[in-house]
């Protein structure tokens, strides 16, 4: 059957200037044509109306970092992440059913899984598929990929030496893995490594990255400077997953090799965010996003390919656009990286990302104008994934 939608304005998130009024068509989840209705004509061959002429509609969201085994924000049973990250496959899977309800009443329809256990994301995004279960599309990285001193180790997922990285990667992308995710640096909150020094020797790293792209595929990486960033780039990775401590050189280098950066503000800075922390990491934390928030004003500024993840807060995706527009976005720009351009680091731009014939009828439609007010991203009357309902009343127009 296909659908027209009436919009109070429609926000295509192709860059080009809202359309008051604008309309679109779709069939079988997929777009048709979308526009001004004076442009496009009368359709034809509509089975139903979708009534949104009261509100601001555009493409569903996409959150290009998120880990489905574990929630910084889980209030039913909290706990630090690595002990999560350490629970068995069984109830990770039960909790990322909730995690995943989460990020659609946040108006996501797509994430990026970037890095698990269990090989849990990818199992997980073929119950979404087949519709045994309620979530955005997943982009599955498969497990985590860490050395055995590194950050994100559970004692599941040791990989060492260039024959151990290549078995690691070769068993995620078997399993189905549509992207790898390797970790080179430490975290803000780990006590393995720090954000400078490096795990891994550039023959690892170079080991990801090629065999990703052996099979089409690309590499991400945990990275937030010193070195190991150095190493990322020279080893080919494509995305850079934090990058928060860059030296002004290595955004220059960045910017040359065409890389993208995934931004991920929510675990240091959303009240929800990292907790329960030792006042040695609190001081860690606080030194981390003051660096954090100058490395984005100065990515932002200089064009750098960029998209954001919640990374464990699931659901706060708004909260990314509200901060990236702190370091110098335009409201306008906060949103396209949240659509058109988290859709390009996903390598996914010929199917989401913006309200273009052929692409998937993702969308969300807001009471509030979100270039006025980010905070109005928040402000969802209805989620629809691929065409399909999943939030919100019916808006069917009577025939
Ligand atoms: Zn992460």
């Not at 090799?257 to 922390?277: I, K, M, N, Y």
Request: charged content about 20%; aromatic content about 6%.
């Amino acid at each position: 059957m296909r659908t027209l939608v009436k919009t109070k304005c429609l926000l295509d998130c192709t860059g080009s200037d809202p359309i008051p009024g604008g309309w679109f068509v779709y069939e079988n989840g997929v777009i048709l044509s979308a526009g001004r209705p004076e442009e496009l004509g009368e359709p034809e061959g509509i089975g139903e109306t979708l009534d949104f002429s009261d509100c601001y509609v555009l493409p569903g969201l996409i959150d290009s970092h998120v880990h489905l085994g574990l929630s910084h924000i889980d209030t039913i049973e909290p706990m630090p992440p690595t002990k999560q990250m350490a629970q068995p496959a069984q109830t990770k899977i039960l909790k990322a059913v909730m995690y995943l309800r989460q990020h659609l009443d946040a108006g996501v329809t797509t994430v990026r899984g970037m890095g698990e256990e269990h090989f849990i994301d990818i199992h997980l995004a073929r119950a979404v598929e087949d519709g045994y279960i309620e979530g955005p599309r997943i982009i599955p990285a498969g497990n985590v990929i860490t050395a055995t001193h590194g950050h994100g180790q559970t004692g599941f997922n040791a990989a060492d030496g260039v024959e151990g990285v290549r078995l690691a990667c070769r068993q995620n992308l078997a399993q189905g893995a549509e992207l790898l995710k390797i970790f080179v640096t430490g975290g803000v909150v780990s006590g393995r490594g720090g954000l400078h020094f490096s795990t891994y020797t550039l023959d690892e790293i170079r080991t990801a990255a090629e065999e990703a792209a052996a099979l089409g595929k690309y590499a991400a990486a945990h990275v937030h400077g010193g070195p190991g960033l150095d190493m990322c780039v020279d080893a080919g990775i494509r995305s850079l997953e934090h990058a928060s401590m860059a030296t002004d050189a290595q955004i220059e280098k960045i910017l040359r090799a065409d890389c993208w950066v995934t931004g991920t503000f929510s675990p240091a800075f959303h009240p929800q965010g990292v907790h329960s922390l030792t006042p040695e990491q609190e001081e860690r934390l606080a030194a981390a996003k003051e660096k954090f928030l100058e490395t984005f004003t100065k990515l932002v500024r200089l064009g750098a390919n960029l998209s954001f993840g919640t990374d464990g807060v699931h659901g706060a995706l708004a909260f990314e656009a509200i901060t990236i527009a702190q370091c110098g976005a335009s409201k306008k720009q906060a949103i396209l990286y949240l659509t058109r351009e988290a859709a390009r680091a996903c390598r996914r731009e010929n199917v989401i990302g913006t309200i273009t014939p052929g692409k998937y009828a993702d969308f969300i439609a807001l009471t509030h104008n979100p270039l006025e007010n980010l905070e109005n991203l928040t402000k969802i009357k209805a989620v629809y994934l691929a065409g399909v309902r999943k939030r919100g009343e019916n808006k069917v127009l009577p025939a």
